[in-house]
């Protein structure tokens, strides 16, 4: 038996038709609600008096009685020696995964990136094979978590963050910490420096008020009841204890955050790190080409715009020029947003615009993948030696007349501006000097026959 047949997975080739993205309709998924007071209580315990739980037992004890499939396991499948974007491997990687989870009796459930998952959404809706429709796909949060610890690895380099971690794991191991390559450690790293850090913030609260040693010895108390069943989560984040000392923690913080450069570096650092295990739907823009440093709240100003303006955006990135479209002369982005808003006309009715509102519809349709059936030479392009070239206009760049007034005649082949005809824009017509009889370089030339040779 030739076990290598029997491992190859059957190549099915995509030729699916529509779009399925109109059809698609994502149902909001249930809530898992994690109060930050969980965390705290958490970080609190070492704090206290008695040995503790690591993050992992707490999560234990934190989803007790909730239901479990049971242990894992990892199997190795195999590998498909083609682009993983493209739509016919993605296509075989689900019909070779369906038919194995019917040969299991079992539901399928497959993570993909961003980039791969509304493709695989489109085939499972598209596909004429029910069996797909079984699969269920989810969009995978893995690589932005993984960029999020680099990211805060990065800003703290140099800051001894390193150093500290090297005193638990080994110092090759710190280097892949530190960029969020080893995503575990590196998690489980940063949770053991945020626990040591709210611990010396709290140890130093209670020299200033012993009587918030107090409820720190009561929190206690309540964890081991926690961890033997005799309390549920839900009382302890509802008690008053939890509440008091978190608000002492973050009054506290506030405090010391305006004290120094120092403290302001590390609480910074805790709220990176509730960013990276809580739930954050704020997505920010900062600019940098101002004198001042700008962060804009990009919720906040698609809920000023309203939806109506915000569906125009792509329209105005694409005429006002993109990278597949040019830009309208002494019209920028800005002037244009703000006729947009003002209800005025953008462009003049005139037939200069033809062709560039086509290759603008075409890119925003490219965007928003609805033109998988559009061919780009009806859109304003042509194709000129296997590459799209845009075109321009149908007519003369200028009046006959006009043309006639402008020529050169240079001697050099018009490779600089000093040619008049280059300078402007124009190509070099009949009543240029040397430069239609001998070799000419003006790249605004549109020869049909074999005379340019350069």
């Keep these: ?125 598209n596909s004429p094979n029910n069996n797909l429709k079984e699969i269920v796909s989810m969009l995978s949060c893995f690589h932005t978590f993984m960029n999020l610890l680099g990211a805060i690895g990065t800003l703290m380099k140099g800051t001894g963050l390193q150093r500290i971690l090297e005193v638990v794991y080994g110092e090759s191991t710190v280097v892949h910490m530190m960029t969020g390559k080893s995503v575990q450690r590196s998690f489980r790293g940063h949770l053991l420096v945020d626990k040591c850090l709210n611990y010396m913030i709290v140890s130093y609260m209670v020299k200033l008020n012993p009587k918030l040693a107090e409820l720190v010895d009561k929190s206690e108390e309540m964890y081991y009841s926690l961890l033997a069943g005799e309390m549920t989560l839900e009382s302890i984040l509802t008690s008053d204890t939890v509440t008091t000392i978190k608000l002492e923690l973050d009054q506290m913080k506030a405090k010391l955050y305006n004290r120094s450069k120092t403290s302001q570096l590390w609480i910074n650092y805790q709220k990176m790190l509730q960013i990276a295990h809580t739930e954050c739907k704020d997505l920010y823009f900062r600019s940098d080409k101002a004198k001042t440093t700008k962060v804009y709240d990009i919720n906040r100003l698609k809920l000023i715009l309203g939806d109506h303006l915000c569906s125009q955006l792509l329209f105005v990135h694409a005429i006002t020029g993109c990278d597949t479209t040019s830009r309208i002369f002494g019209v920028g982005k800005k002037a244009a947003f703000q006729k947009l808003v003002k209800g005025d006309q953008l462009l003049p009715t005139a037939s200069s615009t033809k062709f560039h509102c086509q290759r603008v519809y075409y890119q925003i349709m490219v965007w928003t993948e609805q033109g998988g059936n559009m061919d780009a030479a009806n859109w304003g392009w042509r194709v000129e030696e296997n590459v799209l070239v845009p075109i321009m206009s149908e007519t003369n760049v200028a009046p006959d007349n006009l043309l006639k007034m402008i020529h050169c005649n240079c001697t050099t082949g018009c490779t600089t501006l000093r040619c008049s005809c280059r300078r402007y824009g124009l190509p070099c017509h009949t009543v240029c000097g040397q430069c239609q009889v001998e070799l000419c370089s003006n790249p605004y030339n549109q020869h049909d026959s074999e005379d340019d040779d350069d």
């Design 1 to 125: 038996m030739n076990i290598v047949d029997k491992t190859k997975v059957e190549i099915i080739e995509h030729r699916f038709s529509g779009h399925a993205h109109r059809t698609v309709k994502f149902q909001e998924l249930p809530k898992h609600v994690c109060d930050r007071r969980i965390d705290l209580l958490w970080e609190l315990s070492f704090n206290f008096k008695r040995a503790t739980p690591n993050w992992q037992g707490m999560m234990h004890t934190v989803h007790r009685g909730s239901e479990h499939p049971g242990q894992s396991s990892v199997l190795y499948l195999p590998i498909i020696d083609m682009y993983s974007g493209d739509k016919t491997c993605i296509l075989s990687t689900l019909e070779f995964l369906s038919n194995l989870a019917m040969k299991h009796h079992v539901v399928p459930i497959i993570t993909f990136d961003q980039p791969l998952y509304w493709k695989a959404a489109e085939l499972i809706i």
